[in-house]
């Protein structure tokens, strides 16, 4: 496996060396005395092998991958537009389908091919099969071909139990449950206020934070917690009928408005309830690398939108023009020889090169492309100090903003650049800005 992806030998060499030639050694009375050689390879445990284990799951995602492309094969129903047939996290594993057997079947001999060629089986008994709205019979045809049980939901992954609906007061036992343990373990103890205040901070409210993330909790369970954290906090118990030196909600408030700054569990839920809207309705994007230049605080907000235009590729040139039929000529304005599109204006245009050189020499960057791209990249990987390459941001934004105003200045007033006095220009708006954003 470590062949396919590409490993140089030396380190297979030294992996395969790991996995083949551990040895024990038995310590008697804090001496060690002999050792005997492992039949069977790396124990759990070794630092090692976690990492072989996510390749081997690497594996296992790229042929489950594989197989989502067949035809025969149909994604779950709520899981098609994302195209996911598993989730896993270490030894855990969730595989879904279309409820059908011919699917099914699918992920049952691609999960064999997996364990055929990598030696690791799934443990029957901890695993099941959980189906909704299929027949008895075809689910009957589902466990005999796999050999699991069939069972219902809710199951527990990572923690928390799954479930198809809203869930329930019931369901929320195992988390208050946990709560009342850990205060059982702390309760034989005689903790100070300051000692209660920190665990109830970073232990019980964290507990629950990880929850609220992920369900919607029933008003019923917010309130045992809030009651859980609020007894233990008075009396180091989980539950006590003492009440409090000051209200619950005076507690909850942020230190400087009089409180301890603990999280209000109901509110804390529908925050990360509206959160999780928020993304959803927003969406992920990839992230653009030109960002940082562009939004540097030593740029100025002028020069940032048309540098804003340009990395996407979004002036109005004279090729873009043509192309829109605006125009039927799409030479550069500025020579007159090439077509004006972005890739020539920064910086392959005579006028662009100088203008670059110039800011070349005036900033000391060594490079000798004319790539905005590459220039970039070279400053990204340059080894000058953090302000240094800000500066360098700024200038390109200037400068870009500059060859684009003397682009426009030959169409509207005809007048022929000059790169000495472009640069000149540049450096009496770029110096200035500088000294002001200094802190
Ligand atoms: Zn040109």
């Given at each position: 496996m470590?062949?396919?992806?590409?490993?140089p030998e030396?380190?297979?060499?030294?992996?395969?060396?790991?996995?083949?030639?551990?040895?024990f050694?038995?310590?008697i009375?804090?001496?060690?005395?002999?050792f005997?050689?492992?039949?069977?390879?790396?124990?759990?445990?070794?630092?090692?092998?976690?990492?072989?284990?996510?390749?081997?799951?690497?594996y296992?995602s790229?042929?489950?991958?594989?197989?989502?492309e067949l035809?025969?094969f149909?994604?779950h129903?709520?899981?098609?537009?994302?195209?996911?047939?598993h989730?896993?996290f270490a030894?855990?594993?969730v595989?879904?389908?279309?409820?059908?057997?011919?699917?099914?079947?699918?992920?049952?001999?691609?999960?064999?091919?997996?364990?055929?060629?990598?030696g690791?089986?799934?443990?029957?008994?901890?695993?099941a099969?959980?189906?909704?709205?299929?027949n008895?019979r075809?689910?009957?045809?589902i466990?005999d071909?796999?050999?699991f049980?069939?069972q219902?939901?809710?199951?527990?992954?990572?923690?928390?139990?799954?479930?198809?609906?809203?869930?329930?007061?019931?369901?929320?036992?195992v988390?208050?449950?946990?709560?009342?343990a850990?205060?059982?373990?702390?309760?034989?103890?005689?903790?100070?206020?300051t000692a209660r205040?920190?665990l109830?901070?970073?232990v019980?409210l964290?507990?629950h934070q990880?929850w609220?993330?992920?369900?919607?909790l029933?008003?019923?369970?917010?309130?045992?917690?809030?009651?859980i954290?609020?007894?233990?906090?008075?009396?180091?118990?989980?539950?006590?009928l003492?009440?409090?030196?000051?209200?619950?909600?005076k507690?909850?408030?942020?230190?400087?408005?009089?409180?301890?700054?603990?999280?209000?569990?109901?509110?804390?839920n529908?925050a990360?309830?509206?959160?999780?809207?928020?993304?959803?309705l927003?969406?992920?994007?990839?992230?653009?690398?030109?960002?940082?230049?562009?939004?540097?605080?030593?740029s100025l907000?002028?020069?940032?939108f048309?540098?804003w235009?340009a990395?996407?590729?979004r002036?109005?040139?004279t090729?873009r023009?043509?192309a829109m039929?605006?125009?039927?000529?799409?030479?550069?304005?500025?020579?007159a020889m090439?077509k004006?599109?972005?890739y020539?204006?920064?910086?392959?245009?005579p006028y662009?090169?100088g203008?670059?050189?110039?800011?070349?020499?005036?900033l000391?960057i060594?490079?000798?492309?004319?790539?905005?791209?590459l220039?970039?990249?070279?400053?990204?990987?340059s080894r000058?100090?953090?302000?240094?390459?800000?500066?360098?941001y700024?200038?390109?934004?200037?400068?870009?903003?500059?060859?684009?105003?003397?682009?426009?200045?030959?169409f509207?007033?005809m007048?022929?650049p000059n790169?000495?006095?472009?640069?000149?220009?540049l450096?009496?708006?770029?110096?200035?800005r500088?000294?002001?954003?200094?802190?």
């Amino acid at each position: 496996m470590l062949e396919a992806l590409h490993f140089p030998e030396a380190f297979r060499e030294l992996v395969m060396e790991c996995v083949t030639t551990p040895k024990f050694y038995i310590m008697i009375n804090g001496v060690m005395r002999g050792f005997f050689s492992s039949a069977r390879g790396l124990r759990q445990g070794d630092p090692i092998s976690l990492f072989l284990f996510v390749l081997c799951m690497e594996y296992l995602s790229r042929i489950l991958n594989e197989m989502g492309e067949l035809q025969q094969f149909n994604y779950h129903p709520r899981c098609k537009d994302i195209r996911l047939t598993h989730m896993c996290f270490a030894d855990d594993l969730v595989m879904c389908c279309k409820g059908e057997y011919a699917s099914v079947y699918l992920l049952l001999r691609a999960f064999k091919l997996f364990s055929s060629s990598t030696g690791l089986q799934a443990n029957v008994s901890k695993s099941a099969i959980y189906t909704c709205g299929m027949n008895v019979r075809e689910r009957q045809r589902i466990v005999d071909v796999s050999g699991f049980s069939h069972q219902h939901l809710p199951f527990k992954y990572l923690g928390v139990p799954i479930c198809a609906k809203r869930i329930s007061n019931t369901q929320c036992e195992v988390l208050i449950e946990k709560m009342t343990a850990r205060i059982r373990l702390w309760s034989s103890r005689n903790l100070s206020y300051t000692a209660r205040t920190q665990l109830v901070q970073s232990v019980l409210l964290s507990i629950h934070q990880y929850w609220a993330q992920i369900f919607v909790l029933p008003q019923q369970v917010l309130k045992k917690i809030t009651q859980i954290c609020r007894d233990f906090l008075w009396s180091g118990q989980y539950f006590t009928l003492k009440s409090g030196y000051i209200a619950w909600e005076k507690v909850c408030t942020p230190k400087n408005e009089g409180g301890l700054g603990f999280r209000d569990v109901t509110k804390w839920n529908i925050a990360c309830m509206v959160r999780k809207v928020y993304d959803t309705l927003v969406g992920e994007h990839p992230k653009v690398h030109w960002a940082g230049i562009i939004w540097n605080r030593l740029s100025l907000p002028k020069h940032r939108f048309i540098s804003w235009l340009a990395f996407q590729e979004r002036l109005q040139t004279t090729s873009r023009l043509a192309a829109m039929g605006i125009t039927n000529q799409d030479n550069c304005l500025l020579c007159a020889m090439q077509k004006e599109d972005h890739y020539h204006l920064f910086f392959q245009c005579p006028y662009s090169k100088g203008c670059l050189q110039a800011f070349k020499e005036w900033l000391s960057i060594t490079t000798s492309t004319t790539d905005l791209k590459l220039l970039i990249r070279w400053i990204q990987r340059s080894r000058k100090s953090k302000f240094q390459k800000n500066v360098m941001y700024a200038g390109i934004t200037g400068l870009i903003y500059k060859i684009w105003q003397s682009r426009n200045k030959v169409f509207w007033e005809m007048c022929a650049p000059n790169i000495d006095a472009s640069c000149k220009q540049l450096k009496n708006i770029v110096k200035p800005r500088v000294r002001v954003v200094l802190p």
